[in-house]
């Protein structure tokens, strides 16, 4: 039963950088002040929030919501369909997101 509880609890929690990132192991440049803010579902409430960046992959938000780390957030650009987007990060505030599909930016 230890084992069990203990392997659910981390599915939700951060587990700390021991040294920050040495290189950019991001596949594609973010864009800033493209998108301005987004609506997102989160357990079933909605939240009006700002968008720090945006790729065609995933996005940056700044939220204090608490999501665990693969849970499914649909966020919704203005004018443009809703968009399954999986926790990647959470960290001071901030949320990152991987779409479940590219989109195009325009």
């Avoid at 002040?33 to 079933?44: D, H, K, S």
């Avoid at 919501?65 to 959470?90: D, K, L």
């Avoid at 960290?91 to 325009?106: A, M, P, Q, W, Y």
């Amino acid at each position: 039963m230890g084992l069990q509880r203990s392997a659910l609890r981390l599915a939700g929690d951060l587990v700390p950088r021991l040294q920050r990132r040495l290189i950019d192991q991001r596949s594609e440049d973010r864009h800033d002040g493209i998108v301005e803010r987004a609506a997102i579902m989160f357990r079933n409430q909605e939240y009006i929030v700002p968008v720090i960046n945006i790729s065609s992959r995933g996005t940056m938000i700044e939220c204090e919501i608490m999501p665990r780390i693969g849970e499914t957030i649909v966020i919704r650009f203005e004018e443009c369909s809703p968009i399954h987007g999986f926790v990647r990060w959470v960290r001071d505030g901030k949320v990152g997101l991987n779409f479940g599909h590219e989109i195009i930016l325009g």
